[in-house]
């Protein structure tokens, strides 16, 4: 269900760290890891109508921000299937039809940077309970524990231009607005922009005759390395800021 969802990042952290203690039980070597591989990831799991909506590349956000965040140990994650089967391209005929997750995936290889920058958040968080199998649980078969996940998943990246905060609103309802303070950064912002994905119904699909959910991005005003974030329910955002 929705609820559990919320908690894909987290469940796909928690698998990372597991393959790092492991790999480095096995090697006796903690100060330089062999890096982890994840040869296929995507978030489908029981078909529930979520296929191909809003809702799907949500989740694929939380994973994506994942592997982000534990890119010190993460080489490298195959999405699988990009086009065709359930993947965010799909064959139509003679046409491509692309999907709200292919807009996620775009947005992501646009302005992701190429260097982790930490951050720490003061957001509201919900208690999930949060399978704890090998697998995420497709047959209803699951074991859990509770996690406290934040309702706004952040995670900043640096690139040559300047830095990129994602930011997913896991709430189903709620609107949020964050302060951003840019700290410890020898340089005064020039320019953002916020980058976002969104509907207001998160089963929003795309057809050929009708794109529904795609990347729309608009300036907003950054003053002394500060600026407010507005992030709405149930949506995928980047905001990129230029020094």
């Known amino acids: 269900d929705y609820e559990t969802r919320m908690s894909m990042g987290e469940f796909f952290h928690e698998r990372t760290m597991l393959m790092r203690s492991a790999m480095e039980a096995a090697t006796d070597d903690a100060e330089y890891p062999a890096k982890i591989v994840w040869d296929e990831w995507n978030p489908m799991g029981v078909r529930d109508g979520s296929e191909f909506t809003l809702e799907m590349a949500l989740w694929s956000s939380l994973i994506l921000n994942s592997f982000i965040k534990d890119s ?49 958040i003061d957001v509201p968080s919900r208690q999930i309970k949060m399978p704890v199998d090998c697998r995420w649980p497709k047959r209803g078969r699951s074991k859990y524990k509770l996690r406290n996940i934040p309702l706004l998943d952040v995670v900043t990246t640096k690139g040559k231009k300047g830095i990129t905060i994602f930011v997913t609103n896991l709430s189903k309802e709620t609107n949020y607005d964050a302060e951003i303070f840019i700290q410890e950064w020898d340089r005064e912002a020039k320019k953002a922009v916020m980058h976002t994905i969104w509907n207001e119904d998160i089963r929003a699909t795309n057809t050929l005759e009708r794109t529904d959910v795609e990347i729309k991005s608009e300036e907003i005003v950054v003053n002394h390395n500060k600026l407010i974030g507005h992030f709405k329910c149930h949506s995928i955002n980047a905001i990129t800021i230029e020094f």
């Open 72 to 120: 010190k140990y993460v080489e490298r994650a195959n999405y699988t299937f990009v086009v065709g089967g359930n993947g965010p391209i799909r064959i139509k005929g003679d046409s491509l039809l692309l999907q709200p997750e292919f807009y996620l995936l775009k947005l992501y290889a646009t302005v992701l940077g190429d260097q982790l920058i930490e951050n720490s």
